[in-house]
């Protein structure tokens, strides 16, 4: 008999069972797996205690007569997941399996976006407050949403412009906002600016500073990660050469939201927050749900430094990303739910 969806074995030989006994042990697996009766009430219906329902149940499981099977899409690696979700103290993993052939040096995987859209259809609640970073998952995730509670969406970073990417965190939120049938704040600004005087008077700004005035109520957020190198971080990509060097020195590993990391997860550089728009990395710790889309080999690591951070609650990502994090050994990974900044610890 079959009750479901993952081959689940004892390690037992089947042993032969008498007829009565068979159709007996049967039925009562058919009333518990299929039409969900508890055992006081199959007891009931069989008039035997719940003790006997409950040794019918193990030995219909033992001698073969009942197998689980749990099934889920192919795409997804649900013993990863579990592991990373309990690894990094995560409320959600999903770990989708990396495209084959996809070069080590290759961006997110498409798929990632996908996922995550059907992640954050759970997640999303009827008025929430929904904030979305700039990233390309990010967009690839807005283009597949096909439901959504109502609620507001908020950008809650500036735009990378770099040819046709400058409207991709406008259109997203967008995009989310009219799946939902709720408001939408988009900002029209760059994320990096020259410096802090001309950040500063963007914030001003009407739209932007409305946009901002809903950090503080953003209840889900979705945010995508970056390693310190070209074309993986778009903060990287804008700013100098003098001033990538700079950042390095310092020992950036990763970056999320123009907020650079260490290895560790501690965050450094901070005085680039200054000529970023950008949700502040302690608004965001007080969200109380921060998913993050990124995978690959090449961010791997970048992936593990955030995560350490503890400002993430939830990860989309792909099993070429999870197998570095789950093999990486030290420094320990710090629970993501305590939500404490290392920096302060």
Known sequence: MSTGEADVTTGRSPVRMGPAEMVQAAAMARRFYLEGKSKIQIAEEFGVSRFKVARVLESALERDLVR?????PAELDAERSDALRARYGLRNAVVVE?????????PDPENLGAVAAGLLSELVTEGDVLGLAWGRSIITMANALDRLPPCTVVQLTGVYDAGTA???SVEAVRRAAAVSGG???PMYAPMVLPDAATAAALRKQTGIAAAMGYFDKVTVAVVSIGSWEPRVSTVYDALSDAERKHYADLGVAAEMSSHLFDADGRRVGRDLRERCITVDADRLRRVPEVVAIAGGMRKAPAVGAVLRSGLVTSLVTDTAAADHLLNRQSPGPRPALERVDPGEA
Do not use: N
């Open 68 to 72: 689980i099977e749990i099934r889920v």
């Open 98 to 106: 990396s495209p084959d052939g996809q070069a080590s040096d290759a």
């Open 166 to 168: 400058e409207r991709g």
């Open 183 to 185: 408001e939408a704040h």
